[in-house]
């Protein structure tokens, strides 16, 4: 079946622009998180979101980053005047249920470049 | 709370002979590990996983892992390697909460003929 897929695959942006993530899990999956992977940080959690549970939203960075999910399934992240330090490879996750034990499959990620 | 390392950041091995990636971590709460491996220009895709019981964890393509508890590792081995297995290979473990994992910052391995 179709797995995660993410779009766009690439964008670049102007420092203080807003921009926004795609993120589509697989059918079913009821658990679908967001990680940031950047050189020499290697991936870091950003947030996780369970059915109608209040997400967990311990991982982003500062007050410029949020995400919501619709619907239980397409989840969107958002990041508000964009910095060059936000440059990255966002990549999401999902998983059955929970995040302990359950596989995450990812998706391809999207790449952000912030000039 | 939980930490991991991953001891090395490039392991270059020729194809054929044994490799071992190395990987501690550090729990305050009940432990599932993971390794995952990310080939060139795709997404991360998962090799094991240990949650319980034996504590050797055999994978995909022919890769297994040893969940130590007395070493708080959970080394990731295998016995001959070849060229299409160049590739980051990262080892996480669950968050306190149990809603995300935490992942080492990688290591490359590079195989050459």
């Known amino acids: 079946g179709a797995g995660v897929s993410q779009s766009p695959s690439n964008k670049v942006t102007e420092k203080g622009k807003d921009v926004e993530l795609r993120c589509d899990p697989i059918s079913g999956h009821t658990a679908l998180y967001w990680y940031r992977q950047s050189l020499g940080q290697g991936l870091e959690f950003l947030i996780y979101f369970q059915g109608n549970s209040a997400p967990d939203k311990s991982g982003l960075p500062s007050d410029r980053f949020s995400a919501e999910r619709t619907g239980g399934s397409v989840s969107t992240l958002t990041i508000q005047r964009t910095q060059q330090e936000d440059s990255a490879v966002y990549l999401c996750a999902s998983s059955f249920w929970t995040a302990g034990t359950d596989t995450q499959y990812f998706g391809p990620g999207t790449r952000l470049t912030v000039l | 709370a939980q930490s991991v390392t991953q001891l090395d950041s490039q392991v270059p091995v020729f194809e054929e002979a044994p490799v071992e990636l190395r990987c501690n971590y550090s729990?305050?709460?009940?432990?599932?590990l993971f390794w995952y491996v990310q080939y060139p220009n795709q997404g991360l895709q998962l090799l094991l996983k240990?949650?319980?019981?034996?504590?050797l964890v055999k994978g995909i393509n022919g890769f297994e892992a040893e969940f130590n508890k007395s070493q708080t590792s959970f080394h990731l081995r295998k016995p001959s390697v070849h060229i299409s297995d160049t590739a980051e290979y990262f080892c996480?473990?669950?968050?306190?909460?149990?809603?995300?994992?935490?992942f080492g910052k990688g290591t490359t391995l590079s195989v050459s003929s």
């Open positions: 996480a473990v669950n968050n306190q909460a149990g809603t995300a994992l935490i």
């Open positions: 240990y949650l319980s019981g034996s504590t």
């Open positions: 729990s305050s709460v009940s432990v599932y």
